[in-house]
T-cell receptor
Framework: GEDVEQSLFLSVREGDSSVINCTYTDSSSTYLYWYKQEPGAGLQLLTYIFSNMDMKQDQRLTVLLNKKDKHLSLRIADTQTGDSAIYFCAESGGYQKVTFGTGTKLQVIP | NAGVMQNPRHLVRRRGQEARLRCSPMKGHSHVYWYRQLPEEGLKFMVYLQKENIIDESGMPKERFSAEFPKEGPSILRIQQVVRGDSAAYFC?????????????FGDGTRLSIL
């Protein structure tokens, strides 16, 4: 079945760049997503990328996709304390049943 | 333009009671998905519904859990005879259709606590 893996924890200093990595197994994935979850809140869709793309940039966010290695990354430039949250990598194919990773907790140190 | 609305935000039940979780999709969305998030874990797919139809319930426990999305009104996730292990956050998502460029948008979830 589908599997999505990501590291559990990342700590960066305010103003530095953060890079969160993710690997997935489903070669038929159509869409790959990054969601942000703050404590006690729902999931906020940050960005998503189609599997036929290798990069997408949206303001401070850059998504890189290596389809050959099934590797996805999210880079947050100039990380702020408000970026502290759990970031979920996710993938879907077909009718969009989404498979989530376990989340990476980003801690931003002032 | 309201997003996905879930209620209640928090629900407390005693073992053996029933829990009903409601989800109103975004305006114009006809596809609804339910996910469960156990503490310190990611979200796990439970069920995918369109109006009056269950499309995929492969993630639903075989007993006590049911879901519906009637022609009128919100989607309902129903858990009968709740047990402690049902304590989790239940998220609903909706999408417009299954075509390209149609990501799922999530509600804020219902946090279910079983005493």
């Amino acid at each position: 079945g589908e599997d999505v893996e990501q590291s559990l924890f990342l700590s960066v200093r305010e103003g530095d760049s953060s890079v969160i990595n993710c690997t997935y197994t489903d070669s038929s994935s159509t869409y790959l997503y990054w969601y942000k979850q703050e404590p006690g809140a729902g999931l906020q869709l940050l960005t998503y990328i189609f599997s036929n793309m290798d990069m997408k940039q949206d303001q401070r966010l850059t998504v890189l996709l290596n389809k050959k290695d099934k590797h996805l990354s999210l880079r947050i430039a100039d990380t702020q304390t408000g970026d502290s949250a759990i970031y979920f990598c996710a993938e879907s194919g077909g009718y969009q049943k989404v498979t989530f990773g376990t989340g990476t907790k980003l801690q931003v140190i002032p | 333009n309201a997003g996905v609305m879930q209620n209640p935000r928090h629900l407390v039940r005693r073992r053996g009671q029933e829990a009903r979780l409601r989800c109103s999709p975004m305006k114009g969305h006809s596809h609804v998905y339910w996910y469960r998030q156990l503490p310190e874990e990611g979200l796990k797919f439970m069920v995918y519904l369109q109006k009056e139809n269950i499309i995929d319930e492969s993630g639903m426990p075989k007993e006590r859990f049911s879901a519906e999305f009637p022609k009128e009104g919100p989607s309902i996730l129903r858990i009968q005879q709740v047990v402690r292990g049902d304590s989790a956050a239940y998220f609903c998502a909706s999408s417009q259709n299954t075509g390209d460029n149609q990501p799922q948008h999530f509600g804020d979830g219902t946090r279910l606590s079983i005493l």
